[in-house]
Structure formats: structure tokens, C-alpha cells
């Protein structure tokens, strides 16, 4: 059972970035897609990033160009860098393990964290 834990999270204004990380442990966490994820309020919950085993990535199209995806096996972590944050960015953001079916196409299998909140604002 994979046990992933969320930080990063704050206040910032647009333009500005933050870097999540989440900390996996409990299993071999090198084998798994990895995803991030982010619910605002009233709306579900959508997959935004995500980066295979291989290390190859894929990202919704509101975030192209904005978010990083990596990963760190040594340290069974990965991280979510973004920038130029707007408003629209505003929720809370989950890590996931999945299976990986394609380009930005990713079932998450394991159970959800906390998360942690981004809010984008001036």
C-alpha cells in the first residue's frame, strides 16, 4: 500500500510559482505513473500532469507551458513546479499513482492524501 503525502501548498499572487512535492512511501514507488491532480471547489477532480516510470510527461492543455512534472526515485518523490499562476489555478492539488494508458491518460490506483491548497490570488 503506496501512502503519499502532499506539501507546497500556499498563497500566491498571480505570476508567481510554487513548487508541491509528494512524498511516496510503502511500496516500490520507481515502477508507478505518477499524476497530479486538482479540485476546485463544485468541480471534479482533474488530472493536470502526469510522468511515467520511463520519465516521459504529458500535461493538460490549461498548464502546458506553466507546470513541470519530475520525479526523484532516490527520494520516492515527485514534484509539481509552477509558474506564472493564475487565478483559475486555485485548488487543491493530489498525487496519485496510477496505470498509464497514454498521454495524459492515467487511472489512479492508490488511495488519496490530503492534498494540499494553492491559492492564487492578489
Known amino acids: 500500500q503506496v501512502q503519499l503525502v502532499e506539501s507546497g501548498g500556499g498563497l500566491v499572487q498571480p505570476g508567481g510559482s510554487l513548487r508541491l512535492s509528494c512524498a511516496a512511501s510503502?511500496?516500490?514507488?520507481?515502477?508507478?505513473?505518477m499524476g497530479w491532480y486538482r479540485q476546485a471547489p463544485g468541480k471534479q477532480r482533474d488530472l493536470v500532469a502526469m510522468i511515467t516510470s520511463g520519465g516521459s510527461t504529458s500535461y493538460a492543455d490549461s498548464v502546458k507551458g506553466r507546470f513541470t512534472i519530475s520525479r526523484d526515485n532516490a527520494k520516492n518523490t515527485v514534484y509539481l513546479q509552477m509558474n506564472s499562476l493564475k487565478p483559475e489555478d486555485t485548488a487543491v492539488y493530489y498525487c496519485n499513482k496510477g496505470d498509464y494508458f497514454g498521454p495524459n491518460s492515467m487511472i489512479p490506483t492508490g488511495s488519496w492524501g490530503q492534498g494540499t491548497q494553492v491559492t492564487v490570488s492578489s
Open positions: 510503502g511500496s516500490i514507488f520507481s515502477i508507478y505513473a
